[in-house]
């Protein structure tokens, strides 16, 4: 499974894809949303996680961009924000998660295989995004 990071702290970035990388994932790193961009253009990115808080511009930003790009891989915001605006304002613009960092390796290593499920779900049973599950 590959994995791309999006994240501008570089301890955390790598501490995030070591984690990743000890559980068996493929992992790609970026420190800007250009960066993330690109990396979403060229690599068959299999779930992203993306800071909201990067230096060129915002996670959100990015996670907009990927989507109009039609990029459909899910994606997972870390945030270190706990303010409910920024959870809701990340899930309209097309992610599919959050977790509020710091967060414990294990949970987020669950989140990500619980979207990778539905993901495998959704393209097994034809359903397009967006549509309810039940
Ligand atoms: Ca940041």
Redesign the pocket.
Known sequence: MRVLIV???VALRHSLAGNLRAAGFTVDEAATAAEGEYFAGEFAVQVALV?L??PDRSGIDLVRRLRAAGRRFPILILTAREHWQDKVTGLNAGADDYVVKPCHPDELKARINALLRRAAGQARDGRGRGQPMV
């Open positions: 994240e501008d702290d800071d808080g990067l």
